[in-house]
């Protein structure tokens, strides 16, 4: 069984700061996929890392994938309020499939 | 593209009834897969699809579950019983080869009082 573990799991922060999050397990992975998931929404895809030290940035967020490809992080910078939601991360199981962590809980107030 | 379509939204229904719960994936992709998501536990694989054969089904909690996907363009999810412990939100998901991220619907929340 793979183990994945995200952290923390609530995170409340003001406006313009800056947060990382992170996505630890046990196992090695093909690849991780980081989503973002919205109130009474479904999650949606934000980005897919491969390489083990991989650095993708989509604007204000930060994707990073572990050299050994067990973990991963997503840094925000200057949060605003719609940056709110549910991150969750999603290493890619041995059939094609992906396994979700719990998520973290972001929370940005203005 | 529509993207995934559920229905219903929502659905509030009585112990004991069936429940159904409807999909229509992206048109083109060949992967199809059904969640459940609460507070505890986070999103839970319950089945998936490819090209409409179930491929991996140990996520369905008990024999009440039943999935089908007559087409590649529809796929039912049935809760026969149904109890107040599935009570939750049931999301579909398609995509391509699974390589290329999964697009989710909008899922439907269950309830069972």
């Known amino acids: 069984t793979q183990l994945l573990e995200q952290s923390p799991q609530f995170l409340s922060i003001q406006e313009g700061e800056n947060l990382t999050v992170y996505c630890n397990s046990s196992?090695?992975?093909?690849?991780l996929q980081w989503y973002r998931q919205e109130p009474g929404e479904g999650p949606v895809l934000l980005v897919t890392?491969?390489?083990?030290?991989e650095v993708k940035k989509l604007k204000r967020l930060t994707f990073q994938f572990g050299d050994a490809r067990k973990d991963s992080s997503l840094h925000i910078t200057a949060a605003q309020p719609g940056d709110t939601g549910l991150y969750l991360c999603?290493?890619?199981?041995?059939?094609?499939?992906?396994?979700f962590g719990k998520g973290t809980k972001l929370s940005v107030k203005p | 593209d529509a993207g995934v379509i559920q229905s219903p939204r929502h659905e509030v229904t009585e112990m004991g009834q069936e429940v159904t719960l409807r999909c229509k994936p992206i048109?083109?992709?060949?992967?199809l897969f059904w969640y459940r998501q609460t507070m505890m536990r986070g999103l839970e694989l319950l089945i998936y699809?490819?090209?409409?054969?179930?491929?991996?089904d140990s996520g369905m909690p008990e024999d009440r579950f039943s999935a089908k996907m007559p087409n590649a363009s529809f796929s039912t999810l049935k809760i026969q019983p149904s109890e107040p412990r599935d009570s939750a939100v049931y999301f579909c998901?398609?995509?391509?080869?699974?390589?290329?991220?999964?697009?989710f619907g909008s899922g439907t929340r269950l309830t069972v009082v």
């Open positions: 998901a398609s995509s391509f080869r699974g390589l290329y991220g999964y697009t």
């Open positions: 196992s090695v992975f093909s690849s």
């Open positions: 890392v491969v390489t083990g030290g």
């Open positions: 999603a290493p890619a199981g041995s059939q094609g499939n992906l396994i």
């Open positions: 048109s083109g992709h060949d992967y």
């Open positions: 699809f490819n090209n409409n054969v179930p491929i991996d």
